[in-house]
C-alpha cells in the first residue's frame, strides 16, 4: 500500500496539466493567454541572448586583464634590483 499516495499524487498532477492544457487549447481566452505566453517567452529568449553576449565581453575583458597582469608580473620578476 505504499504506492498509493504516489498513484494518486500523480493521478492528481495528470488530471490538473489535462485541465491547463484543455483551457489553453480549446478556449477562446487560453488562446489569448497562450499567444501573451509565446510573445513574452520571445521576449524572454532575445533577453537571454543578450545576456549571455553580455558575459561573455564579460569574460574576454577579465581574461584579458589577466594576461596583462601576468605579463606585467613576468617583466617585474625579470628585472635585478639593487638596493646599493
Same mark, same amino acid.
Given at each position: 500500500?505504499? =504506492? $498509493?499516495?504516489? +498513484?494518486?499524487?500523480?493521478?492528481? +498532477?495528470?488530471?490538473?496539466l489535462?485541465?491547463?492544457?484543455?483551457?489553453?487549447?480549446?478556449?477562446?481566452?487560453?488562446?489569448?493567454?497562450?499567444r501573451r505566453?509565446?510573445?513574452?517567452?520571445? =521576449?524572454?529568449?532575445?533577453?537571454?541572448?543578450?545576456?549571455?553576449g553580455?558575459?561573455a565581453?564579460?569574460?574576454?575583458v577579465?581574461?584579458?586583464?589577466?594576461?596583462l597582469? =601576468? =605579463?606585467f608580473?613576468?617583466?617585474?620578476?625579470?628585472? $635585478?634590483?639593487?638596493?646599493?
Amino acid at each position: 500500500m505504499t =504506492d $498509493q499516495p504516489r +498513484i494518486l499524487a500523480g493521478a492528481i +498532477i495528470g488530471a490538473s496539466l489535462g485541465c491547463v492544457a484543455a483551457f489553453l487549447f480549446w478556449t477562446r481566452s487560453g488562446r489569448v493567454l497562450r499567444r501573451r505566453m509565446e510573445f513574452a517567452l520571445e =521576449d524572454f529568449g532575445r533577453e537571454l541572448v543578450q545576456l549571455r553576449g553580455l558575459a561573455a565581453n564579460a569574460a574576454n575583458v577579465a581574461s584579458e586583464g589577466r594576461r596583462l597582469l =601576468d =605579463d606585467f608580473n613576468e617583466r617585474s620578476s625579470h628585472r $635585478q634590483t639593487r638596493p646599493f
